[in-house]
């Protein structure tokens, strides 16, 4: 799923027939991290920087203002958070001023 707030549906987390799903959600902010604690078979991906924001902006920008023939599809690079790369991934939400990051994430 494209935004995992959906993930944290407690029927999904606590649900045993739900189990049998596997759930992957791009996102990656501090709420869904704990999805990933509490599923082993769930997955959270991340854009790759800030750039899904700044082209998103940018391809409305340059088709309303400019009239510009946009591409249909810009596919960005994904990069899967595990366990060995949730720290600097924690650190790089804070540092852009989310306050619900865990500190468990951050040691």
């Known amino acids: 799923m494209v935004g995992g707030m959906a993930a944290l549906r407690s029927s999904l987390l606590n649900d045993a027939s739900a189990k049998r799903y596997k759930i992957v959600a791009v ?3 501090p709420a869904e991290t704990g999805v990933r604690r509490a599923r082993r078979r769930a ?3 991340r ?3 800030v750039s899904v924001g700044y082209v998103g902006v ?5 088709k309303v ?3 510009a023939v946009v591409p249909q599809t810009n596919l960005m690079k994904l990069v899967r958070v595990t366990k060995e790369n949730l720290k600097p ?3 790089q939400l804070k540092d ?3 306050k619900d990051v865990p500190a468990k994430y951050l040691q």
Request: no cysteine.
């Open 89 to 91: 991934w924690a650190q």
């Open 96 to 98: 852009w001023g989310f």
């Open 47 to 49: 854009a790759a920087g």
């Open 27 to 29: 996102d990656a902010l």
């Open 65 to 67: 203002r400019f009239k």
């Open 43 to 45: 997955g959270l991906a």
């Open 58 to 62: 940018q391809t409305i920008v340059d």
